[in-house]
């Protein structure tokens, strides 16, 4: 019997390109933002055989580049082989169009041309490939979209999924002809989606309101994309969300409950991480989700202190935070992966931001002080109450070990005697016992 040869069926990674201009007033710099590209590039499933830059005090209102480095870009792309041109900004939809007949047209080898596509495109992208609740995969398809509605002129037809073969990009609409990419049928998609997205919303909103009305202290982590808050959730809640060294790993908010050294019961929620230039579209369709944060009665803002652009991280959540209406909310800001910096470094960010917590998800280093931290903050909002409660009212006693801090218990014959921490929200409950 002849053994047949083996043959390789794995999809080969797309070669991108990558693309970007270094702006004199810009937090990143230009080597920076592209790094971070690079590991969005990755993310989607395409490798990054090389990159253009150009220095410009405003992208060219007609190809985002110059004329020169179009031509750079065409060489370029044509010289190292690559599937994809990827723009570290989000391109208006002349520049896509313009960018198309200089590069989509130009075929290679009988293949399809070179794709165009920007770091909004690749971010939508990345969450087709990531959203796994049927929220998050309606919240894509809005983005998606909306963002598709304007760029139909004529040049998304390679995105038509016959034509282009898959590979990073082509989950816009998949499965969809190119027939039906029209504006009329966009709106009505949209229609659709955003009708069906309300009605889980609706029921997402039943579910908060649940816990709003229980007076359990509500915390929210959030944070820049693979800051470590999935790890750091896991640690504080003994979870097992899954956790990868990946830019948007967690899409879907992950509820769990967190139980503080004197037994109080709180509830911690991990949402999608942040990232500069987040597209609009984007936070706009993933609204219900970031109202986990809104909702919250405390943020804790998760930053990796190892990250080279760690500040200008930490600016970029904020903007968010602002942008969502969040940024009154009570903040604690926390510096993950601490065990990566040694004494020296750690001692100076202490004094640097002596209000911060330094903390490590991986070995949990900082975690107790974390801990105690949360707890005093959410008793600040809470109010000392004495009360004997009468054995018959057996409900109002386990209430109190699990939303409020019981400080003393005793029991007497009239019934159990307790000094409690209560959130404000139930104090009502526990005023007809009071002593």
Not at 157 to 179: C, D, I, P, W, Y
Request: glycine share 8%; charged share 25%; with cysteine.
């Amino acid at each position: 019997m002849v053994n047949e040869p083996m043959h390789e069926t794995r999809v080969p990674r797309e070669r991108a390109l990558l693309v970007g201009i270094e702006r004199a007033e810009s937090d990143w710099p230009l080597e920076q933002s592209l790094a971070e590209l690079e590991r969005l590039v990755d993310t989607a499933g395409a490798d990054v055989v090389g990159s253009v830059s150009q220095r410009l005090k405003t992208p060219n209102a007609r190809t985002f580049i110059g004329k020169g480095k179009v031509s750079e870009v065409v060489m370029a792309a044509h010289a190292l082989a690559a599937d994809v041109v990827v723009f570290d900004d989000e391109l208006t939809p002349t520049q896509q169009s313009n960018l198309e007949r200089e590069l989509g047209s130009q075929s290679k080898g009988g293949r399809v041309g070179i794709k165009i596509i920007d770091r909004t495109a690749l971010i939508l992208d990345i969450f087709a490939l990531h959203a796994t609740s049927r929220e998050g995969r309606l919240q894509v398809r809005l983005a998606q979209n909306q963002y598709l509605l304007p760029r139909l002129r004529g040049m998304w037809a390679h995105l038509a999924a016959g034509r282009m073969g898959g590979g990073v990009g082509s989950r816009f609409g998949e499965g969809e002809s190119q027939l039906e990419v029209d504006r009329r049928m966009v709106r009505r998609r949209i229609g659709q989606i955003q009708a069906e997205l309300r009605r889980v919303q609706d029921e997402r909103a039943t579910q908060r309101k649940a816990r709003l009305a229980s007076g359990v202290f509500k915390v929210a982590l959030a944070g820049y994309t693979n800051a470590g808050k999935s790890s750091l959730l896991n640690r504080l809640t003994d979870a097992e969300t899954l956790v990868y060294d990946k830019l948007f790993a967690t899409l879907d908010s992950t509820t769990r409950r967190l139980v503080l050294p004197e037994g109080r019961e709180l509830v911690l929620t991990d949402t999608v991480g942040f990232i500069q230039k987040l597209p609009t579209t984007l936070v706009e369709a993933f609204k219900s989700t970031l109202d986990e944060i809104t909702g919250a009665d405390l943020i804790l803002r998760v930053t990796d202190v190892s990250a080279a652009q760690r500040d200008a991280q930490m600016q970029a959540v904020l903007e968010i935070l602002e942008h969502i209406g969040a940024h009154d909310i009570p903040q604690l800001v926390i510096y993950n992966k601490a065990d990566l910096l040694d004494a020296r470094e750690q001692d100076a960010l202490r004094a640097r931001y002596p209000q911060a917590l330094l903390v490590s998800a991986r070995t949990g280093e900082g975690i107790d002080a974390l801990l105690a931290r949360i707890e005093k903050i959410a008793n600040a909002t809470s109010c000392l109450l004495t009360v004997l409660i009468p054995f018959a009212q057996g409900n109002l006693v386990q209430l109190a070990h699990e939303r409020c801090s019981v400080l003393s218990e005793q029991y007497t014959d009239q019934g159990t005697l307790l000094q409690i921490q209560v959130p404000e929200s139930l104090a009502g409950r526990f005023e007809p016992y009071l002593r």
